[in-house]
Each structure stands twice: as C-alpha cells, then as structure tokens.
C-alpha cells in the first residue's frame, strides 16, 4: 500500500502536467487569490490540449512524441510565468508546491535534490495565507525529511501539521506520519528489541491476546487481511509451519485489518485457521497496526523465546527454516500442499498460456489473442492504484480498439467480499468495455506469480511480452508505438 503523501506526489504532478499559458504580455499581478484563479482558468482555456494521438504509423508516432515533448516545455515556460506573475497568492504558491513535488517525482530523489525540494516546500508553508495549503506543505516538508531519515525534523512538521490542518483526513495522516517516524528513531521495532505491549482480546471476543502470554515460546505476529492476495498467497506455508511446529514451541498471533466481520468468519472457517486472531473492523486503523506502524500487508514479527525480534517480514520457506533454527530443531521441508507459485513473467518472454471464460461467458486465451496488441492486466476493485490507472487504461483502449489492440482485466476480487455481479456493475458503470476474467480462484495469478497489483503485462502481435507495468502516458505511448507495428 502507498502512503497517502507518495499519492499526492502523484495527483499533484498530474496536476502540474495540465496547467496552464501565460499572458502574452506582462500583467500586474492580481491583488487577490480569487483574480488569479480566473486568471488560471483563462490561461489554461488559452493553452489548449495537448497534440491529439497519432496515425498508426512509426513516422506520425515520431511526429507526436516531439510535438508532445515541445508542448511540455512550453507549458512548464508557461507556468514558471505564471507563478512570477502571481507571486503574493496562495494561488501561485499552491503551483510553486507542484512543481517542486513534480521534480522530486520525476527526479527519483538524490537527496541534495530532495534537500531542496524541503526548502522549497518550506518557504511555501511558510508564505501561506490559507490554513490548508500551509498545512499541505508543512506535511510535504515531513514526508521529505521521513524519506531522508531526519527523524526529529519529520515529527516535528508532521505533528505541526496535524495542529492546523482543516482537513480532518490530512490530520489524521499527518498523525500516523509522525507516529511511525517515532517508532523508526526510536528503533521500536528493531531486531533484537522487544515488540510495542498489547493486551487486546480476541476474535472470539473471550481469549486475552498479548505477546507476554507466549513467554518462551517462538511467536509470529502476522498482519494480514482476507482481501489481501499476498497474504493468502502465504497462508499455506504459514499453516504448514504452525502445523509441523506448534507441538514443540510455536505460536501465532494473527492481526486482520479486515473489515468484514462476516467475510472473515467464512475466511477462517473455511481456511481451518488454528491460531488466535485480533480483529476491531477498523482495517488499515487497527488499532495494532496503528501501534506497530504498519504501512504494508503481509507484515510479519517472529519472535524468540526471550521475547525479541528474531526477524521481520520472511516469506516462503524462509519462515519454516527460522523457526526450525530457533527451536533447535530439523526443517524436513513443507508438506508439498501449499498452492504452487509461477515465476513473473519478464520482457521478453512470451505470454504464458492460461484458458478462462470472461464475465460475458467467451473462453479466452493468450492463443485465441494472437494478432492482436494485447494489455493483460490484473487488478481488483479494492485497489487504490488500479483504480486510479484506469482512466488511462480506457483512454489507450478507447483509441485503439478499433486497430487491433485490446485489454483483458483479470480481478482479484474475491467471491467472499466483491461477487462477480458487483465487479461486472463497477466495469458498466465506468464503462471499461473490455473482456474481464473473474479470477476468484487466483490460478491465473499464481501461476503469473503476481504479488501486488496493479500489475500489467502489455503483448505485441505475436505473444511476445514488450513491456511490463507501464503507468499514465507512458502505457498509451507504448500501445501506439505496437499497434503501429505490422
């Protein structure tokens, strides 16, 4: 999962990609914010869309990726202009925070870079008029200083933010922020460290959760949720390895940030889970995970049998042999029953071969695509990142689908949380007029060895896969670019 401040850093840059001309002429700079919005408006009507998509053919592609690249830097002339000519307003300090944000994106952070963005950002929580967008800034400047590890410096403007944000959300981030910069200076949860104390009880609304309760045990501590495909995906062997260790020293304390309490029933009945469960329905608020500062799922602590952090995070049969280690006892290796995982396909390879129906009833296949300019993309309704990648996903099929390209989604979604119905209402409703898999099961994805989505693989004519992941602009050029091959 992405913080919220890596999400903003994203919607602020694509806000920087659609800004606005300048005056062709020098102008006094309006006195108020208000004068220079209808200023911003006017420009941006003056500025015009970016050049329309090409021809299918490698000469006109050619064609608009240099006019493409020459509106860009027209633009970003346009907005430095801009912000010279309505320097004073919020208004112009708001683009001044884009842009700043927009390079560091771009840039990929060396931390001298980094450095100068904080001040940057800085000046403009400075210079702010209005409470909202110095406490925007004042929280980019924290989320900086937390990526460069200045620890006291993002706590401090984390905290400063949440004081005077009016944005109850942005408060509320600002406050896990500085909490989980807290926990990383202080080396919290470091190995060799004791876990932060809970005493909480269980699922079953009776037991009393704690990791004193396991004293000279082996414990995993596992945050986990049903919707999470990751953490399903580990389940088997996490099973596998209380099942062969628990009669000789091995406990699990399972953390589910879901928030269905039913979905989570059925999940645990079905699935035979032994082990204690924490759940408050508060998913990514869970009131454990707020404590540990968890920022990502599966997340997982195994302690020793003095209490300690012995390791973080193991996946696969890296867990099994720690515990074996820890016991002193022999790992034979797994049961062989855990459901098997492919390799991720790479440039270059070609599309593995799966058979599925779409949720329209048609058998589809890598073989039945041959021929065509293909995006293979699997995703979920549950997911923040697809759904923000969708538009783009539509503008690429909607500009091509009539010249041999097409897009097949396959959703994670699972029968227990989001039916069939619903996911074919979300598709209708945002007309995404593509085929789609209902991958309930997750074979596909198992055997594409999919561990995050949104993840995409985009094939050319022949089954060849020539890209893998691509976002925004950078998906409907590449599309153009294949559909244009013959």
């Given at each position: 999962m992405q913080r919220l401040w890596v999400m903003a850093l994203i919607i602020l840059a694509a806000a920087f990609v659609a800004p606005s001309t300048a005056y062709a002429q020098e102008e006094e700079a309006p006195a108020t914010d208000q004068d220079a919005e209808a200023a911003l408006?006017?420009?941006r009507a003056e500025l015009g869309n970016p050049p329309p998509r090409p021809a299918n053919t490698p000469e006109a592609i050619a064609k608009f990726r240099a006019e493409y690249e020459k509106w860009m830097q027209r633009r970003e002339e346009l907005y430095i202009k801009f912000i010279k000519n309505h320097q004073g307003t919020d208004t112009a300090l708001g683009l001044r925070m884009e842009m700043a944000l927009g390079k560091m994106q771009s840039a990929g952070g060396p931390d001298t870079q980094l450095e100068d963005v904080i001040a940057e950002v800085e000046d403009i929580a400075a210079s702010a008029q209005g409470k909202e967008l110095k406490a925007q800034a004042t929280y980019y400047s924290g989320a900086?200083?937390?990526q460069l590890e200045n620890w006291d410096k993002a706590i401090a403007a984390y905290e400063k933010a949440a004081e005077i944000s009016p944005d109850p959300e942005l408060a509320m981030y600002a406050k896990k922020g500085?909490?989980?910069?807290k926990v990383k200076r202080d080396g919290l949860l470091d190995v060799g460290k004791k876990p932060i104390d809970f005493e909480v009880k269980a699922f079953d609304g009776e037991t009393t959760i704690s990791p004193d309760m396991y004293e000279g045990k082996v414990v995993l501590i596992d945050f986990w949720a049903t919707w999470c495909q990751p953490c399903v995906r580990e389940?088997?062997?996490v099973l596998d390895t209380y099942e062969q260790f628990h009669d000789k020293g091995f406990e699990i304390i399972g953390i589910s940030l879901d928030s269905n309490k039913e979905a989570l029933e059925r999940f645990l009945a079905e699935r035979n889970l032994p082990w204690v469960q924490f759940y408050d329905g508060k998913g990514w608020s869970n009131q454990i995970a707020e404590m540990y500062a968890i920022q990502s799922i599966p997340a997982t602590f195994l302690l020793n049998q003095k209490g300690e952090i012995a390791h973080k995070d193991l996946r696969g049969?890296?867990?099994?042999?720690?515990?074996?280690?820890?016991l002193g006892e022999e790992y034979e290796g797994g049961s062989g029953d855990g459901e098997p995982v492919?390799?991720?396909?790479?440039?270059?390879d070609m599309l593995p071969a799966f058979e599925a129906k779409t949720m329209q009833g048609e058998a589809i296949s890598p073989e039945s695509l041959k021929g065509k300019v293909v995006l293979v993309d699997f995703w979920a309704t549950w997911c923040p990142p697809c759904i923000k990648e969708l538009p783009h996903v539509k503008e690429a099929f909607d500009e091509y689908k009539d010249k041999g390209f097409t897009v097949v989604g396959i959703s994670l979604d699972q029968p227990q949380d989001i039916s069939a119905e619903k996911v074919t209402s979300f598709a209708k409703d945002r007309e995404l007029g593509w085929p789609m898999v209902y991958e309930g099961a997750m074979e596909i994805a198992l055997q594409y060895g999919i561990s995050s989505i949104p993840s995409t693989f985009l094939?050319?004519?022949t089954g060849k896969i020539r890209a893998v992941d691509l976002r925004g602009d950078a998906l409907i050029k590449e599309v153009a670019t294949l559909v244009a091959e013959q």
């Amino acid at each position: 999962m992405q913080r919220l401040w890596v999400m903003a850093l994203i919607i602020l840059a694509a806000a920087f990609v659609a800004p606005s001309t300048a005056y062709a002429q020098e102008e006094e700079a309006p006195a108020t914010d208000q004068d220079a919005e209808a200023a911003l408006e006017k420009m941006r009507a003056e500025l015009g869309n970016p050049p329309p998509r090409p021809a299918n053919t490698p000469e006109a592609i050619a064609k608009f990726r240099a006019e493409y690249e020459k509106w860009m830097q027209r633009r970003e002339e346009l907005y430095i202009k801009f912000i010279k000519n309505h320097q004073g307003t919020d208004t112009a300090l708001g683009l001044r925070m884009e842009m700043a944000l927009g390079k560091m994106q771009s840039a990929g952070g060396p931390d001298t870079q980094l450095e100068d963005v904080i001040a940057e950002v800085e000046d403009i929580a400075a210079s702010a008029q209005g409470k909202e967008l110095k406490a925007q800034a004042t929280y980019y400047s924290g989320a900086i200083h937390d990526q460069l590890e200045n620890w006291d410096k993002a706590i401090a403007a984390y905290e400063k933010a949440a004081e005077i944000s009016p944005d109850p959300e942005l408060a509320m981030y600002a406050k896990k922020g500085a909490h989980a910069a807290k926990v990383k200076r202080d080396g919290l949860l470091d190995v060799g460290k004791k876990p932060i104390d809970f005493e909480v009880k269980a699922f079953d609304g009776e037991t009393t959760i704690s990791p004193d309760m396991y004293e000279g045990k082996v414990v995993l501590i596992d945050f986990w949720a049903t919707w999470c495909q990751p953490c399903v995906r580990e389940l088997p062997v996490v099973l596998d390895t209380y099942e062969q260790f628990h009669d000789k020293g091995f406990e699990i304390i399972g953390i589910s940030l879901d928030s269905n309490k039913e979905a989570l029933e059925r999940f645990l009945a079905e699935r035979n889970l032994p082990w204690v469960q924490f759940y408050d329905g508060k998913g990514w608020s869970n009131q454990i995970a707020e404590m540990y500062a968890i920022q990502s799922i599966p997340a997982t602590f195994l302690l020793n049998q003095k209490g300690e952090i012995a390791h973080k995070d193991l996946r696969g049969e890296d867990l099994p042999k720690a515990v074996a280690k820890l016991l002193g006892e022999e790992y034979e290796g797994g049961s062989g029953d855990g459901e098997p995982v492919g390799k991720r396909p790479v440039v270059g390879d070609m599309l593995p071969a799966f058979e599925a129906k779409t949720m329209q009833g048609e058998a589809i296949s890598p073989e039945s695509l041959k021929g065509k300019v293909v995006l293979v993309d699997f995703w979920a309704t549950w997911c923040p990142p697809c759904i923000k990648e969708l538009p783009h996903v539509k503008e690429a099929f909607d500009e091509y689908k009539d010249k041999g390209f097409t897009v097949v989604g396959i959703s994670l979604d699972q029968p227990q949380d989001i039916s069939a119905e619903k996911v074919t209402s979300f598709a209708k409703d945002r007309e995404l007029g593509w085929p789609m898999v209902y991958e309930g099961a997750m074979e596909i994805a198992l055997q594409y060895g999919i561990s995050s989505i949104p993840s995409t693989f985009l094939v050319d004519r022949t089954g060849k896969i020539r890209a893998v992941d691509l976002r925004g602009d950078a998906l409907i050029k590449e599309v153009a670019t294949l559909v244009a091959e013959q």
